[in-house]
Structure formats: C-alpha cells, structure tokens
C-alpha cells in the first residue's frame, strides 16, 4: 500500500521472481507487469484494481495484495486492508509521506493492521532514508523504527547495513539482485552504524521491559531477542520497522522479505477476529482453526471473461470444500460453491479446498456480494462488513444507440456489483442515467471498461459534483396525509422531531410513540417514508445527509391508515421541517498538496485563493516547496491543465477527498436554481 508511483507494482513484481513465482521480470513502464493485468493498467502504468497473489518464502507461504495507489481506487485499499493480517507500506524515500500515504495509514490503523515500511527509490536523485523516517514519525505520528541504513544514495547506493545482525549486504550492479555479499560492515559506516544500532536498541527498549533490563545493565543482548522484541511490538501496533532498498535496481526486497516473515502477523498470530451470533446477539472469537466451523467474509467481485463471477474470500476460521454448500448469513440464504481458485493476479489455478488464514475466489455464489459472512450452514455468523465511501463526482452517461440501453443497463450493474463505490441511478422524471465515483479518472476507467468489456459505446456529460444536503437546526413537523375519494381512504398523521446528526454518522431514527397513538405496524413505514424522501433532498434533489428524526406523537384512523399512508405522512413532514430546519447544501472540500519550483509560488497561491480554497501550510522539498491546501472539488475540474501551463509543466498536484462543507449562499442559490429547486423561506 502506498501513494501512486512510490512502486508497489515494481516491489511486488520482485517478490514474485525471488520467490520463484514468476521467471522473468515485467516493467510497469513497458505495460509487462504481472499484476497489473488489466489492459487500462498496462496503457497507463499504474494499478486500478487490487490483485492477490500468493508465494512461497523460506518455507512461509504468503498471500500477497497489490493495491492501488490513486486516490480514486481507495476501495481497493480499504478491503484489502480489512482482509489481510498485515501490510507493507512503501514509500518513494526521495518523497517520504505523501497525501495518498497518509489516507491508506490511516485505513490500516482503522483495521489495527501491523506494517512494515519500505523505503523505495534510494536509487532516486535526492533519496533521503533519514529524511523518509522523519516523515514517518512527524506526519503519521508513527513510531518508526529504522532497523537498517543505506550504504550511499542516488546513483551511489550500492548496499544495505542490517542493524539488527551488524552486517552489510553489497550488490553487484551487472545482476538481476539474486546474488550479494553478505560482509562486515565497511570501515567507513562502521562508527555511524554502531551509534544507529544503540539508537534502535533504546527505541525498543522503551516499549519493552525485558530489552529496557538488559539495556540499562549495560549487557549484550542476543539478536534473538531483538528480532522477538520487535516483532512483539509490530504486532501490537507500538512499532513500524522500516527498511531501505530500490526495488526496480533490484536491492533490499529480500531484506524485506525477510522482515516481513520475521516482524508481520501468520494467521496464528492474530487476535481472535469478533464475529455475532444471530440468534443470541453475542460475541463469538474466530481462531484460525481448521477444525472449527467455516466462517469467511466475501471482500471482492470480479467478473473473468473465462468463468464468469468470481468472489473472493477470506477464511477466519474452518475449511471449505468445493462444490459444498454454504450459509450467506447476511442474506440467510444457502449457496453452492461450485469451484475454488487460487488466483495469480488474472490467471487461476484450481484448489480442492481452502484453509483457515487463506484468500481464494470461488465460482458459483450468485447472491452473495463484498462484505457478506459466509459460514457454515448450521453455524450463521455475522462478521463485521465493510464501510465505503460515498462518490464524490458524477456523470451523465447515455448509450450511443437506444438498442444498446439494456447492455448499459446489465453493464453498470455488473460494475457496480464489483465496485462499492461506484453507483448508477436512472432519474425516474427524466430517464437519465448518473454514474457516480471518486474521481474523474475512476469514472474514465468504468465507461472504458463498459467500452471494451461489455461492447457498449456511451456518450458522456461533463462531470459534476456530487453534492449533498444537511439540516443546520433542530425543529417539529407535522406530516398528514388524508384522502377520501369513495371507498377505503387513506390515513397517516405523524409529529417528528429532527435535528443534525454529527458529521458521518448518517440518518438516525427513533420511535418515542407512547400509547400507541401511531400502531407499531406503521413505524417502520415512517422510517422508510424518510429515508427514500432524504434520497431526493428538500432543496435541489440532493441526498439530505446526517440527520437525527424522532417520532413522538401522531394519530391513525382504524379503517383508512395503512403502511403507504404512513410513508407519505413522513414525506410530508420532512417537507414541512424544511422550512425552519435552515437546509444547506453540502460540497465535497479535497485535501490538494502542490509541488512546485520556489519561483513559481506566489501565483499558485494565488490560483488556490481564486478557487475559493485556503492554504494550510507550506514546506520545502527539495528546491521546490509543496503547499498543502483545501479546495472545493467543483473549483478542481481542468486544474491539471492550468498548473501545467503556470508552472512551464513543472508542477504537479495530488488530490484527496476530505470533508464535506456549506456552500456560499450565493452558489447554493445558482445550484438550487439550475436544478429546479426552490429556496426554502422560514
């Protein structure tokens, strides 16, 4: 896991030729790499889609995600993050922390995921490791603890010191990093290497007793001890090991892989993983036992041209034989697994069966789809799903030819049921079709995918922003709704009570009905009277977010109230609150960090302030400065272009979505406008 272009792809093509997986190394810039298999990878050089592997390390065998990096494949991050037992984060050691590296460390600290860091690139002009464990402690607040020096940077890096062993690694530039000389360390690094290794050994000491004993008698402690002592506070998150190496020179991955069977969780080694039991409410621990009932989580849908649907899986615990059934304890239904795979980035090998700690794919389940529990079938467990975040950006898209409207149809559902974080909603009024997602280039890769893999063309409308609607007061409505018109009428009459909800925490509903004044029958129909009416907002059609709604008082009347009464009495009282509620509309306000040459500053700063953004801060990098800033996303449409020609194509940019904030009243009245809505008058 790393921002884009630190080199994951080009790290994780090494392990696979060391490991013996692969015999011929792929470049990333000649579109050869293995994991990137996908043909929008290969034409763009970085990674879309995360791509499992697994391989063999002196006796340990490791299944290995290759994430992306760009921002807009986040997703891909996230459930890997949550499926997997440990991560190495790698970073461009000329760059160090970089805006992507601090999204995807903190999605790892979300699943207490232990890591290991790589510090990448010291071939790089300007390759700084010191500098790249600062950044380390300084911006991430992590604990990083350097077991290793380079010997040289740039063009003159030619080795590693081990710390932990006192030991040099010297490469041989002519070969492909299978052969080095494992020597003393040098003469010349050998004081600096001494006072580096009494640094670490003080560091591990202060999170653990038993090294801070030995160390204050002054007595020698045995490596051992040092690798066990530090393993031991990987795992509890206290400590982040960090190496140093340039994967595409081919030094320092074995070092790494060593430390990553050496410092990084086996299955055995995690916490036992907290899973519900449906019927009872309570806890249940899985453990990585073979012979305990089956219990996995469904983290990822992909479609293969050859096989059709594939989900891939995580075990926690137990075993599962192809062509067995299973439990969906999401969905309480029973499916069968027709086949299971072990995958090698887009290429398969069939399996029997899979084992507890393992991550396969399997073909078959029809219904099930990322972040379902599938358990045993007379053992229905609940793990814990996965969180996605909402699109921040949409477009229009509409298909060339009306006979193609069903294939676009059957493709965007296809991609949305692989894709958490891409939707697609057809406007009932007017029978467009919206596509939403994270990015522009996330939604340039889904209508090239609909392009090539399903054969629809699309016309496509400019992108807009996806924005959302809050509720800034507390106050009462009243919803009714009465009809008469011969025959059965229709009845529903509620009070609400509604107030904003903390920033995330999304729609919360409360029956506070005493007496029962509204049936217990129809309150399940208010929520949903809400929730859809929320969907399409109460200022310009945006989904209102982050509300608080409290039912307390209301009536029925025993012929005419039914559940459909009820859902419209709750839009109607939505409506009504509006009006003294202050409704304002949300925009998506991203975290953008510019690179650019000192002399070019001062206008940059000044294209930031035009874009309604606020400037955070400043630091130098290298000989040029990076400004850290935040800008609404509306204003960010074209901005590569325009800091290409500001900056002579010297600058670059990196953009991650943050937060949500009121528009300025003057836009929100152009936006409520151009959408038909209308302004809400208290």
Same mark, same amino acid.
């Given at each position: ?50 791509? =499992?592997?697994?391989? $063999?390390?002196?006796?340990? &065998?490791?299944?290995? !995600?290759?994430?992306?990096?760009? +921002? *807009?494949?986040? #997703? ?111 003469? =010349?690094?050998?004081? $600096?290497?001494?006072?580096? &290794?009494?640094?670490? !050994?003080?560091?591990?000491?202060? +999170? *653990?007793?038993? #090294? ?118 999401t969905k309480d239904k029973r499916e069968r697994v027709g086949r299971l795979l072990q995958m090698h980035s887009n290429s398969r090998q069939e399996i029997p069966e899979v084992f507890s700690g393992d991550i396969a794919a399997t073909i078959g389940l029809k219904n099930t789809v990322t972040g379902d529990s599938l358990t045993d079938v007379d053992h229905p467990l609940h793990l814990e799903s996965m969180e996605f975040p909402d699109p921040v950006i949409q477009v229009a898209v509409e298909p060339k030819t009306k006979a193609d409207q069903d294939k676009m149809n059957n493709a965007l559902q296809k991609l949305s049921e692989e894709d958490p974080s891409f939707r697609a909603e057809t406007n009932p009024e007017t029978g467009e079709t919206l596509i939403a997602g994270m990015g522009e280039l996330h939604l340039d890769i889904i209508i090239d995918r609909m392009k090539r893999e399903f054969k629809v ?226």
């Amino acid at each position: 896991m790393a921002h884009i272009d630190a080199g994951k792809t080009t790290t994780t093509e090494r392990i696979l030729y060391y490991t013996g997986k692969i015999h011929k190394i792929g470049e990333t810039h000649d579109g050869a790499s293995q994991m990137d298999w996908m043909e929008q990878e290969q034409e763009r050089g970085i990674t879309i889609t995360s791509a =499992a592997t697994t391989a $063999e390390w002196k006796g340990h &065998r490791i299944n290995i !995600i290759d994430t992306p990096g760009h +921002v *807009d494949f986040t #997703i891909e991050v996230e459930r890997s993050l949550r499926v997997l037992d440990g991560a190495v984060a790698v970073l461009d050691a000329q760059a160090g922390v970089e805006p992507q590296t601090e999204t995807v460390w903190r999605q790892a600290s979300d699943y207490n995921v232990p890591r290991i860091v790589f510090a990448n690139k010291m071939d790089k002009l300007g390759a700084d490791f010191d500098a790249s464990v600062e950044s380390l402690k300084d911006r991430l607040q992590a604990n990083a603890l350097a077991i290793q020096m380079p010997i040289g940077a740039e063009d003159d890096f030619e080795g590693i010191i081990d710390l932990i062993e006192m030991k040099a690694d010297i490469y041989d530039e002519d070969e492909l990093g299978t052969e080095w000389d494992v020597v003393d360390v040098p003469e =010349a690094y050998r004081e $600096e290497a001494q006072k580096r &290794r009494d640094a670490m !050994i003080e560091q591990i000491a202060d +999170v *653990d007793d038993s #090294i801070m004993e030995k160390y204050l008698d002054g007595e020698e402690i045995p490596i051992p001890e040092i690798k066990a002592a530090i393993r031991k506070a990987t795992l509890n998150l206290e400590m982040f090991p960090v190496l140093a190496g340039s994967a595409f020179k081919n030094k320092g991955v074995q070092m790494m892989l060593d430390a990553v069977v050496d410092f990084l969780p086996s299955p055995l080694d995690v916490k036992p993983y907290p899973a519900t039991d449906p019927d009872t409410g309570e806890q249940v621990d899985l453990i990585a036992n073979d012979d305990a009932p089956f219990a996995a989580l469904a983290f990822k849908i992909a479609t293969d041209p050859f096989v059709g649907r594939l989900t891939f899986i995580r075990v926690y615990q137990g075993t599962l034989e192809s062509g067995s059934y299973v439990l969906n304890a999401t969905k309480d239904k029973r499916e069968r697994v027709g086949r299971l795979l072990q995958m090698h980035s887009n290429s398969r090998q069939e399996i029997p069966e899979v084992f507890s700690g393992d991550i396969a794919a399997t073909i078959g389940l029809k219904n099930t789809v990322t972040g379902d529990s599938l358990t045993d079938v007379d053992h229905p467990l609940h793990l814990e799903s996965m969180e996605f975040p909402d699109p921040v950006i949409q477009v229009a898209v509409e298909p060339k030819t009306k006979a193609d409207q069903d294939k676009m149809n059957n493709a965007l559902q296809k991609l949305s049921e692989e894709d958490p974080s891409f939707r697609a909603e057809t406007n009932p009024e007017t029978g467009e079709t919206l596509i939403a997602g994270m990015g522009e280039l996330h939604l340039d890769i889904i209508i090239d995918r609909m392009k090539r893999e399903f054969k629809v063309e699309a016309t496509v409308g400019a992108p807009q922003v996806a924005y959302r609607e809050a509720f800034t007061k507390a106050t009462k409505a009243q919803g009714k709704f009465v009809r008469q018109s011969g025959g059965k009428g229709q009845y529903g009459d509620v009070w609400i009570e509604f107030e904003p909800n903390e920033e995330g925490k999304g729609f919360e509903f409360e029956d506070a009905i005493v007496g029962g004044v509204v049936p217990r029958e129809y309150i399940p129909s208010v929520e949903q009277g809400l929730k859809e009416s929320m969907e399409n907002g109460v200022l310009a059609g945006y989904p209102l977010i982050d509300v608080k709604a409290k039912l307390y008082d209301g009536s029925y009347h025993e012929v005419d109230s039914s559940e459909a009464a009820f859902k419209v009495a709750a839009s109607i009282a939505l409506r009504n609150a509006a009006k003294s509620a202050g409704p304002v509309i949300l925009e998506p306000i991203m975290k953008v960090d510019i690179v650019v040459p000192e002399e070019y500053m001062g206008d940059i700063m000044g294209q930031v302030t035009a874009r309604r953004g606020r400037v955070d801060g400043m630091e130098a990098r290298g000989n040029a400065q990076l400004i850290h800033s935040f800008v609404p996303l509306s204003e960010m449409f074209g901005y590569a272009t325009t800091l290409r020609s500001a900056s002579q194509g010297r600058g670059t940019f990196t953009m991650v979505f943050d937060h949500y904030e009121p528009v300025p009243k003057s836009i929100q009245e152009e936006i409520i406008k151009k959408n038909g809505g209308t302004p809400v008058s208290e």
